[in-house]
């Protein structure tokens, strides 16, 4: 089974500053990897994904991720972050390997103080 | 829209008692999941179903069971709520194209 690795649990971050939360994947088999957010007593919504073909991938409310086949990462990042973008953000992998499964990571708490 | 409801928000049982969750999706996906989300643990997969009747175990099915006897719809069943699967459900449904959309999740506090 695949598992996924979200090294930072809370990320703290200034309004207009960048951030980088870190994701890492067990296979190095063919993968699908993504993103979602969740905001307070919501659902989970997609930020991005990669299937295939280019590495750096664009989302949705300024975010992308790069996916890193040697090192099995898939880092999401923001340039300038927004009070609005405090959320609770996950890492999935998914991938003609595991079926119809999806596996998560264990989220990553972020936090944008003003 | 893409969407999906699950019944209720917000539920409070008793140990014992047998628990229903539904959830509900409108654009015909074939793929449905159920998953339960603890802090400090993400999302673990409880079952889910690749078509009408058919279920398949996720990570960790004990003390649950399910039903999808129309596409549409995958019910999530707790036979005898305990205290520790007080939690947060959420369901999912699946494209073709392997994006899980989700429900607004079903915050479930059993006493």
């Known amino acids: 089974a695949q598992s996924v690795t979200q090294l930072d649990s809370q990320v703290p971050v200034f309004e207009e500053a960048p951030v980088e939360l870190r994701c890492n994947y067990s296979?190095?088999?063919?993968?699908?990897l993504f993103w979602y957010v969740q905001y307070p007593n919501q659902g989970l919504q997609l930020l991005l994904k990669y299937l295939s073909g280019s590495t750096l991938v664009k989302g949705i409310n300024g975010f992308e991720a790069e996916f890193n086949k040697s090192q099995t990462s898939f880092h999401l990042r923001k340039p300038s972050v927004h009070i609005s973008d405090t959320a609770e953000y996950f890492c999935?992998?998914?991938?003609?390997?595991?079926?119809?499964?999806?596996?998560f990571g264990t989220g990553t708490s972020l936090t944008v103080i003003p | 829209d893409v969407k999906v409801t699950q019944s209720s928000r917000y539920l409070v049982k008793r140990t014992g008692e047998k628990v229903f969750l539904e959830c509900v999706q409108d654009?015909?996906?074939?793929?449905m999941f159920w998953y339960r989300q603890d802090p400090g643990l993400g999302l673990r997969l409880i079952y889910f179903s690749y078509d009408v009747k058919m279920k398949e175990k996720g990570d960790i099915p004990e003390g649950y069971s399910v039903s999808r006897e129309k596409k549409e719809r995958f019910s999530l069943i707790l036979e005898s709520a305990s205290t520790n699967q007080t939690s947060m459900y959420l369901c999912?449904?699946?494209?073709?194209?392997?994006?899980?959309?989700f429900g607004p999740g079903t915050r479930l506090t059993v006493l």
């Open positions: 999912a449904s699946k494209t073709s194209g392997n994006e899980q959309f």
């Open positions: 999935a992998v998914s991938g003609p390997n595991t079926g119809n499964q999806f596996y």
């Open positions: 296979s190095s088999v063919s993968v699908y």
């Open positions: 654009m015909d996906h074939e793929n």
